[in-house]
């Protein structure tokens, strides 16, 4: 089974500017996460969704932060403009539904400079 | 607020050793608990798990965890750890009926010496 697809791998950007980061969940996921991950910290619910629809998006900072999800599949996570505190690692994770485990993909490593 | 907490940041071990990670949380409700670990240049993979039943959990490679509800405690246990087990392990808490979000501890980088 695929696992959880993300890209890019890597980002390095400079403050102000915008990056957009992208994940194919597995296959018949209907929940799909983005988490954020600061360096020496555990990972950080930003967003939550359930086949196209927004359940959780209490963390995500909606003045520089959008997400969506369209057709309830592919997602795509975007910073506009980007802070220097920003820079971290994006998790994508997706479950067969939101009671049972996640499985994560390998992350978004970006660096704002 | 809910909050995981692992008390070791690193643990740096010899081979053939025996390994106890501590993880408490802070929720008085029911909660699902997981332990995931991060091998270098790898994704987060799942560990093991506990929604309910008996409260010793076995998972892959030969962990195993405990959950001491009165402890509000999810400690990780190996008997004898390999070189191999060199990498990040994470403790994660799911609320039940708050959906599939889990809150993280802060992660402890296990080094484990040949």
């Known amino acids: 089974e695929a696992g959880v697809a993300q890209s890019p791998r890597y980002k390095i950007i400079e403050k102000r500017q915008s990056v957009a980061f992208w994940c194919n969940p597995i296959?018949?996921?209907?929940?799909l996460y983005w988490y954020q991950q600061i360096l020496g910290q555990g990972p950080k619910l930003l967003i939550q969704?359930?086949?196209?629809?927004?359940?959780?998006d209490s963390q995500l900072p909606k003045d520089r932060f959008s997400a969506e999800r369209l057709k309830g599949v592919d997602s795509t996570l975007k910073i506009q403009p980007a802070k220097l505190e920003d820079s971290a690692v994006y998790l994508c994770?997706?479950?067969?539904?939101?009671?049972?485990?996640?499985?994560f993909g390998q992350g978004t490593r970006l660096t704002v400079v | 607020a809910q909050s995981v907490s692992q008390h070791n940041h690193h643990v740096i071990l010899s081979e053939a050793a025996s390994l106890e990670l501590g993880c408490n949380y802070s929720?008085?409700?029911?909660?699902?608990l997981f332990w995931y670990v991060q091998y270098p240049g790898q994704h987060l993979q799942l560990l093991l798990k506990?929604?309910?039943?008996?409260?010793l959990v076995k998972g892959i490679k030969g962990f195993e965890a405990e959950f001491i509800k009165s402890k509000f405690s999810f400690n990780l246990r190996k008997p004898s750890v390999q070189w191999s087990d060199t990498a990040e392990y994470f403790c994660?808490?799911?609320?039940?009926?708050?959906?599939?979000?889990?809150?993280f501890g802060q992660g402890t980088e296990l080094s484990v010496k040949p």
């Open positions: 929720y008085g409700g029911t909660v699902n």
């Open positions: 506990y929604f309910s039943g008996d409260p």
């Open positions: 969704f359930q086949n196209n629809g927004v359940v959780d």
């Open positions: 994770a997706s479950s067969l539904d939101n009671t049972v485990e996640a499985f």
């Open positions: 296959s018949g996921h209907a929940t």
């Open positions: 994660a808490v799911n609320v039940e009926n708050q959906g599939g979000k889990l809150i």
